[in-house]
């Protein structure tokens, strides 16, 4: 027969403790979920978040039936598109490529402006010529590994905010994506030259921003729009110019899955930016042009590749005078842009298709594409067949796996 026992004192005082601790918790809970959602140009409940330091919101009973089924088919699209770059099935990094002989990229393309300069390219022998158009485009590749980095630790920033949950599981699927994005990158770039070049000030100092931000809006405008549509541009135009093999195929696949992030972007621009008040406009609109500016005349600065024109025996400073004496940034920029895979063409298309561009810093994206003509364009994605051919692709390699 069970014998009941009187708590002593040292056993109530712990018990008195624990309902101290879960009155406080209730109080905290009470004030967390005051303040859930309430974030700065949030139109859409699929887009309310948690503050990033408050957990208790994200565990709300109710918050579990309330999911959006605006991401569901990106969602369940997931599978079509899968790859992994640690599978010789997809890819297989061991396949060698000449780098003191070859060209890895198009020499005359936009990922060798420096070979364009007389005075460079005299004080070059032809194996130096190669070794630097090389060694420039692995700085660009790291800086793709370091923007996909970035990519990420956004992403997964998200899951820990977004409260609806069809939305939290999108961008959970896109961490997993950009994890492997990462994984890809960082065998290609040691398959070929061991390591990575570190971050440009630039590039890493707007990643921080974007990333580190408490802003909803400043995440998704800053990577889900700016930096995917700046991806999406790079990869279509090293796609396109490369001479690598192994390269293509890892930038067709990677296509393949930014294709359906540049969609979460969008989705989020046709759901906000028509119910922003003309001063919440003004500050999304604003920040995105500064964003702009930073990164198109910066990403193209000689002064950040120090460390690639040292592999040749060329001092930064005097390749920044050379470069500034025989081409005219602007010049260059606009003869670029005219090209429909242009990282920064594709990026003001995509600004501009979102309704954030408006007559007040329209002048700013004039100077360098017709904004007239950039409109009258439907909406695909720079890339995007090439992003359809990688879904292809792996849609039979798939297959075969799960016959296998």
Known sequence: MYKFHMPNTSEKLKFAKIVVKDQLYKVKENWQTSQSGKNALTKDPAYNAANPKHFI???DKERYGERT??????????????????????????????????HIVDPKGPFGLELDIPSVAERLTDKQKIKLNNESFRFVLSQILHGEQAALSLSASLCHVLRDPGAQEYAANQTREEARHVTGFTKYIESRWGSPYKVGPTLGRVADDIVSSDVVYKKIVGMQMMIEGLAMGAFAMAHEDTNDPVLKTLLKYTMSDEAFHHKFGKIWADRTVPKLSESEHIKVEDWAEKIFTELLFNLINPFEKKEVYASV???AKWVQQEFEKYIDQSDVIKEEMKKNN???RVLVKTLLKAHIITDRTKATYAEFVDMDELNAEDDTVAGQDIADE???RLSVINALKKSA
């Open 57 to 59: 919101p994200m565990m």
């Open 313 to 315: 025996g060329l001092d």
């Open 69 to 102: 089924n605006a991401f569901d088919k990106i969602i369940s699209a997931t599978h079509k598109h899968f790859w992994d770059p640690l599978d010789k099935k997809y890819i297989d990094f061991d396949v060698p490529f000449d780098l003191e002989n070859e």
């Open 390 to 392: 990688g879904v292809e």
């Open 342 to 344: 242009n990282i920064f």
